[in-house]
Each structure stands twice: as structure tokens, then as C-alpha cells.
């Protein structure tokens, strides 16, 4: 997460931040994974019983669960 926010805050970008849509673009993708990253380091069953939505909406943003 850390990462992801350094990412998000520097200057230095992919793509320059002034192009219309797709400047941001990789700042997204990269929160995005960071996200889905800290999510999968929660215990499933712990991140479905504090899900206030639909249990498949994080389902299938989460994939499928991983064997350990």
C-alpha cells in the first residue's frame, strides 16, 4: 500500500498526467492492484462478514480463492 501511494503522489508518471483520460490512467491501475493485493492478505471469511454489499460484488473483484 505504501508503494501504491508513493506511486500515486509523485510527479513522475507513465503517462503524463495531462492527457485526458488516460493520464490518470496508470495511477488507477495501480491502486487498484494495491487494493486487490490488501485484500487477499485479509482472511476471506473476515472480509465477507464486514462487506456491507452484495457478497459476490467482492467475490468477483477478490477471484477465486486461492489454496493455501
Same mark, same amino acid.
Given at each position: 500500500m505504501g508503494i501504491a501511494l508513493i506511486?500515486?503522489?509523485s510527479p513522475i508518471?507513465?503517462?503524463p498526467e495531462f492527457l485526458p483520460v488516460i493520464g490518470?490512467?496508470?495511477d488507477v491501475v495501480v491502486v487498484a492492484l494495491?487494493?486487490?493485493y490488501a485484500?487477499?492478505?485479509v482472511p476471506r471469511s473476515? !472480509? &465477507?462478514e464486514?462487506?456491507?454489499a452484495n457478497p459476490s460484488i467482492i467475490?468477483? !473483484? &477478490?477471484?477465486p480463492e486461492l489454496a493455501a
Open positions: 506511486w500515486v503522489l508518471d507513465l503517462i490518470p490512467l496508470d494495491a487494493l486487490r485484500a487477499r492478505q473476515v !472480509l &465477507l464486514a462487506w456491507p467475490e468477483r !473483484l &477478490l477471484g
